[in-house]
């Protein structure tokens, strides 16, 4: 079937948004064969095209893919003049663009150097200026042989050879001006939008709702086992997809409402964007509210045990803390959702499962892979959900493969160095289960941002092992790498030894008791976020000035503007103007959100013995505006951040001495405020995308939010009280809570014994503050000054991102993907483009997906009734010191009086 080509084609100059908007329903309803667009173009270079947007190995070329058809009529039309505009302001936007690949950076370059001289042939990885360029007669020579042959002969095929001058740098511009410069980002979304799709319909708001409170349920419930098991979002994505579709199938299509606000129940088939935004819905609260670890902590007995810590309480706390981020979401927009370098790559496996679920790709051979996307999908999510059940059931040496240990697992040293469970990982095979191989994203975070990461854990490694084996502040009487606190007895740290009736310091009990020790993998995590808050303000504001200043000059403009302005204002990437048809959320909207949680967040310390001044609160916003811009533009570049939580911990101990309750709260807060806003507006950054409307997801965030902290306040009720050995440390399910009890330790160092007495124990955590700033100066000038083939993916915040992966964490939970990092993010995606395109975050998400299912179904059907299997390969993995922790040293047998550290009558005061 043929259809009208003018479907496809969209009128309007480059920067209006109809020159980016499409009839969907033609182009989806009627087929393009290749003489049919271009008219003006070659059929070969129809073909580089083709290549060029990695379709490989079409089966036919008389049943175009919509995006191939919709980039080749717009390099048609595309003149020379308007294409090397383009070229040279992305050039000046992506030079130090470390998610630019190099070759096309360097092909840009060469295009616009040669922009007096047309159609000339350039050796590939030369220069223009070389004395045996020649004059290409024809450009781009056709193939004798029928059409596709061509597409199957890819070893020729190099992009960044010039072969025809006018039509590469049209080609080259076109990709930038209408769609993206970077592959991820074009494998999983479209050149184009139609605004006539429905969106905010009533059965994305019935759908969202229903998997919002299972999704909490499943979340909170799973939160503090180690390591956690999460509903992701890509999972309730591909649960949506039948539902959906059944909906459209069996509801009545009925208007619903009255007057202007009736509303189609059954507005027709459902489509790509009501799936995206009813994701969303889930995904803004798929995460588990930050303040479930501060309930657990002051209500638990075995904790601070806090009576008073009701339900109202809670219910303030919560609302407050979570929707003071959705308040500081509205500020961030212009910074890292509207610049295109912020591409935000963690959340890109959303978009091609969205686009795997309901676009389904033209039939292609790739590599020889002839399967779809979708086919794909489903057969490695059903081997996923088969697989968990062997290293997390049937055979769990598998996932804990700590088989160095098994040698002799009474064997201190050997366990400490290699293993798992109670040792620091050092092993080149640690796991075959895929929750542990995908701990940090590995097919995900961009290559350089992985092994960053896990050369800065590496080296925590050689630090842990050079404090604990030096005995260094008495760590060797403790186990290396908890995150547990422990008294001069080498016991856990019991706050309440240490407070009184109104859980503030006791100096009396203190004074027998003494201060909590740090174990060494705790002791250089805190010493390492020291180091990179400075280090983050010296080097993260110092190369990325130039960004955030611009940002900065057009959100004041904004304001003074704000009757007559719009908020894409200065940002002309094509998905900016795409989103200009849509109304924006106003900043105004923003901050009333923000004004009501801070209300809030007040009558609860003012109503509860919190003992949290209410200036404290106030303090938590403002560490925010400092911090939030550059650890979000961290994360949209990169995929990963930090957090201000030991910032905050740090000023709050000292400004309220004593008081463990209020750095948790005001903890809380300064934490979540950051962590949701990146939540909001990652969220956003998915819309941007995918051209849905901002009012849109604003309502839907508001409203999955609000849904979902009373489903996580009614499941953590249930965790306190109705699993066995909660929270304890030999928990045969797993649930050791390591969140709450760095949330606990936390507290009691620098809450309730504050930093003043922690920094007299520990004298070389103070100058972690200068080495950090001073490292961050040297690598600001190595970044101005060096060599730009080194600099353009230096990213030195990564290296020290790497070293807090510690306690209880360890290189066990990192070298497994940092193989299939290097495998997929390296190799496959510089040598197999067009395979890695189409199947690689399609494979992330379903193999996710297919661990969620299967862990939720092993838990209850065989784990919380216990009904393990006891033979030898279930228990290897837990045996001598691997299933309890143990210490070099022993402070009964080896430490003066009995007890290592200060002597009683000498704690620091």
Excluded at 46 to 56: I, S
Excluded at 137 to 149: A, L, M, N, T, V
Excluded at 338 to 358: H, I, R, S, Y
Aim: hydrophobic letters at 45%.
């Amino acid at each position: 079937m043929s259809g009208p080509v003018e479907a496809v084609k969209s009128q309007g100059t480059l920067g209006d948004p109809s020159a980016h908007e499409v009839n969907l329903n033609a182009i989806t309803s009627n087929q393009y064969s290749l003489g049919q667009v271009g008219g003006h173009l070659t059929d070969a270079q129809k073909e580089f095209v083709l290549l060029r947007l990695e379709h490989h190995g079409l089966e036919t070329l008389d049943d175009l893919p919509a995006d191939a058809v919709f980039i080749i009529e717009k390099v048609d039309t595309m003149s020379v003049e308007e294409a090397l505009a383009v070229l040279k302001q992305a050039i000046k936007d992506h030079n130090g663009d470390y998610n630019i690949s190099s070759g096309d950076l360097d092909l840009w370059k060469k295009l616009v150097a040669h922009e007096q001289d047309s159609d000339v042939e350039v050796p590939s990885g030369g220069d223009l200026g070389d004395s045996d360029n020649e004059k290409a007669k024809d450009g781009i020579q056709i193939s004798e042989k029928p059409h596709g042959d061509m597409m199957n002969e890819t070893e020729a095929y190099d992009y960044t050879r010039i072969v025809d001058w006018s039509f590469q740098t049209r080609l080259e511009a076109t990709v930038i001006a209408y769609w993206s410069p970077y592959v991820e980002v074009r494998s999983c979304t479209d050149p184009f939008d139609d605004p006539n799709v429905p969106v905010e319909t009533l059965r994305v708001y019935i759908l969202g709702i229903i998997w919002t409170g299972i999704g909490s349920v499943i979340n909170t419930f799973f939160h503090n086992r180690q390591p956690a098991i999460t509903l992701q979002a890509a999972v309730v994505q591909i649960l949506l997809y039948p539902c959906g579709v059944l909906c459209a199938m069996i509801l009545p299509k009925w208007n619903i409402g009255f007057g202007k606000y009736k509303m189609p129940l059954n507005p027709g088939p459902w489509n790509y964007k009501e799936q995206l935004l009813c994701t969303l819905f889930y995904a803004v609260s798929a995460g588990v509210p930050y303040v479930i670890d501060n309930i657990q902590v002051q209500k638990m007995p075995m904790f601070y045990n806090n009576e008073w810590c009701d339900f109202g309480y809670q219910v303030l706390l919560m609302l407050s803390s979570q929707f003071m981020g959705f308040g500081f979401a509205g500020l961030l927009r212009k910074f890292v959702i509207f610049p295109v370098q912020c591409l935000w790559p963690d959340m890109l496996p959303t978009l091609a499962l969205n686009k795997t679920l309901m676009k389904p790709a033209k039939k292609e051979r790739i590599n020889g892979w002839t399967i779809s996307s979708y086919m794909f999908f489903f057969i490695v999510f059903v081997a996923s959900f088969l697989w968990y059940w062997v290293p997390n059931y049937l055979m769990e040496f598998i996932g804990t493969f700590n088989w160095m240990t098994w040698i002799k697992p009474d064997n201190f040293n050997l366990v400490t160095i290699t293993g798992s469970n109670n040792g620091l990982g050092l092993n080149p095979i640690t796991s075959f289960d895929w929750n542990i191989v995908n701990f940090n994203q590995c097919l995900q975070f961009p290559f350089y941002s992985t092994v960053t990461q896990y050369l800065g854990t590496l080296l925590g490694f050689f630090i842990i092992v050079g404090l604990y084996y030096s005995n260094y502040k008495w760590t060797a009487f403790m186990p290396p790498n908890s995150n547990a606190l422990f008294n001069n007895k080498g016991k856990r740290y019991d706050v309440k030894s240490v407070v009184n009736e109104h859980s503030l310091f006791d100096k009396e009990k203190y004074e027998k008791v003494g201060p909590p020790f740090y174990t060494a993998g705790n002791l250089m995590i805190y010493g390492s976020f020291f180091a990179i808050y400075l280090f983050s303000v010296v080097y993260e504001f110092g190369s990325n000035w130039r960004q955030q200043w611009y940002s900065m000059k057009t959100f004041w403009k904004q304001i003074r503007t704000w009757r007559n302005s719009s908020v894409y204002d200065g940002f002309e990437d094509p998905f900016s103007v795409r989103m200009k048809r849509y109304k924006e959320v106003p900043e105004w909207v923003f901050f009333i959100v923000l004004l009501l949680s801070v209300v809030l967040s007040i009558i609860c310390v003012q109503v509860y013995p919190a003992q949290t001044p209410t200036w404290t609160i106030f303090f938590a916003l403002a560490i925010n505006l400092v911090f939030l811009v550059p650890l979000t533009m961290l994360r949209a570049v990169s995929g990963t951040t930090f957090g201000l939580n030991v910032l905050v911990e740090l000023i709050i101990g000292y400004a309220v001495p004593g008081n463990g309750l209020a750095l948790m709260y005001v903890k809380a807060i300064g934490y979540n405020i950051d962590g949701q806003a990146q939540n909001y507006i990652s969220d956003q950054k998915l819309t941007h995308y995918a051209s849905i409307p901002p009012r849109a997801l604003f309502r839907c965030q508001l409203l999955s939010t609000f849904i979902s902290c009373f489903v996580s306040l009614g499941m953590v009720q249930f965790l306190m009280t109705g699993i066995k050995d909660y929270c304890m440390p030999g928990n045969k399910q797993k649930f050791t809570c390591p969140n709450s009890t760095t949330f606990y330790s936390a507290s009691i160092t620098w809450g309730v014994i504050g930093p003043q007495k922690s920094f007299q124990l520990y004298p070389i955590l103070k100058w972690c503050f200068l080495i950090g700033a001073g490292a961050g100066l040297v690598c600001l000038v190595f970044k101005w000054y060096g060599p730009q083939k080194l600099t353009r993916r230096f990213q030195p915040t990564l290296f020290i991102i790497g070293l807090l992966a510690w306690a209880p964490y360890n290189l066990s939970y990192q070298t497994m993907g940092l193989y299939m990092s290097i495998g997929f993010m390296w190799f496959l995606r510089t040598r197999f483009t067009s395979w890695w395109s189409k199947y690689n975050y399609t494979l992330s998400a379903a193999l996710t997906a297919g661990l969620a299912f299967s862990s939720i179904i092993v838990f209850f059907a065989v784990q919380y009734h216990d009904k393990s299997i006891d033979w030898w390969g279930n228990n290897v993995s837990y045996e001598g010191y691997e299933g309890v922790a143990g210490s070099l040293m022993n402070a009964t047998l080896q430490a003066p009086d009995g007890y290592f550290g200060p002597r009683k009558g000498q704690f620091p005061m």
